[in-house]
């Protein structure tokens, strides 16, 4: 007997549990699999390779950040509840997806979404968007819950098998849970390590960044996620909570920062960064001011009369 090639696809896979399952889905739908993993500063990093293993799927990581940070400054479609543009970033994937398919010469779109899940992104109407935004109508599937979704063009044709998809809709991952049981699941990133555009504390933070700052750039953004943060006439102090933090603002100095702390005894470490160019005596009387304020309030033990230790 002939053996039929499988048709080739490619998932959009983020190693959490939606996307491995769809994974398990699609395969057994007839559906060969390639795996693209995007990586940015607003991904928290994880052993996606060793994910992808377990459930022997192949994966190329992309690394996204610099798209990213231009869809953060400017997105054509908005932010959803905090300062996340879900919809231009999913397109952005999908325009990677769309490259790697004709490379590969895929036939077909994996995603692990489900309808209602996320409000902004997983409605209907978005996921119809997305398709007809990318021109990828009847090029994606959702396999948990396609049997609620228009048929891919794969489907229509009875190129693979439609009765092992789901029709999975809302927030309770009850179902998923139960299925990723029964297919003996067990590793897969938490739901709460998702991108950090959509926790409020971090899109805060970026949102005083971008009003302050609208040319930043990735390492700025690398500021956001260590240390306290306290903005003054656009310049930008950084406080170390404990000496770990101290030393990760002490890794993210760079030429044109200063780098204050108590000199003599133990305290915060303060990253002082600013975008323009000041180098009068004024400014650096300030920047002491500021600096001598911040390390009184967060030092634990500190002199009555203390210098300060500066670096730029």
Not at 47 to 65: C, G, Q, R, S
Not at 291 to 303: D, G, V
Request: aromatic share 8%.
């Amino acid at each position: 007997m002939k053996k039929i090639k499988k048709i080739k696809g490619i998932v959009l896979f983020s190693g959490g549990l939606d996307s491995v399952l769809a994974v398990k889905l699609a395969e057994k739908s007839g559906l060969k699999l390639i795996g693209l993993h995007f990586k940015s500063i607003f991904i928290p990093e994880a052993d996606i390779k060793e994910i992808a293993e377990e459930i022997n799927l192949p994966v190329k990581i992309i690394e996204i950040t610099s798209e990213q940070i231009k869809i953060v400054k400017k997105p054509r479609f908005g932010y959803g509840k905090n300062l996340n543009p879900c919809l231009d970033c999913r397109l952005l994937m999908l325009e990677h997806a769309k490259r790697e398919m004709k490379k590969q010469k895929a036939e077909i779109i994996v995603t692990g979404e489900v309808v209602g899940q996320r409000p902004f992104s997983q409605n209907r109407n978005s996921l119809a968007f997305l398709e007809k935004t990318s021109k990828l109508k009847g090029k994606i599937l959702r396999p948990l819950s396609a049997k609620l979704l228009p048929l891919t063009d794969l489907e229509k044709k009875s190129l693979i098998k439609r009765d092992v998809f789901l029709g999975i809709k809302g927030r309770s991952r009850q179902i998923q849970l139960k299925l990723a049981e029964d297919l003996g699941i067990k590793r897969f990133l938490s739901p709460a390590g998702g991108c950090l555009l959509t926790n409020p504390s971090f899109a805060q933070r970026l949102k005083q960044m971008v009003e302050n700052w609208p040319d930043f750039n990735e390492k700025d953004c690398l500021l956001l996620k260590v240390g306290r943060h306290f903005w003054e006439d656009k310049v930008l102090f950084v406080v170390g909570r404990d000496f770990q933090e101290n030393k990760q603002i002490g890794q993210l100095f760079q030429k044109g920062d200063y780098l204050i702390s108590g000199k003599g005894f133990p305290g915060p470490s303060i990253l002082v960064r600013f975008k323009q160019k000041k180098d009068n005596k004024e400014f650096l009387e300030f920047i002491q001011s500021k600096a001598k304020e911040l390390i009184s309030r967060y030092a634990h033990k500190k002199p009555l009369v203390f210098d300060l230790k500066i670096n730029y």
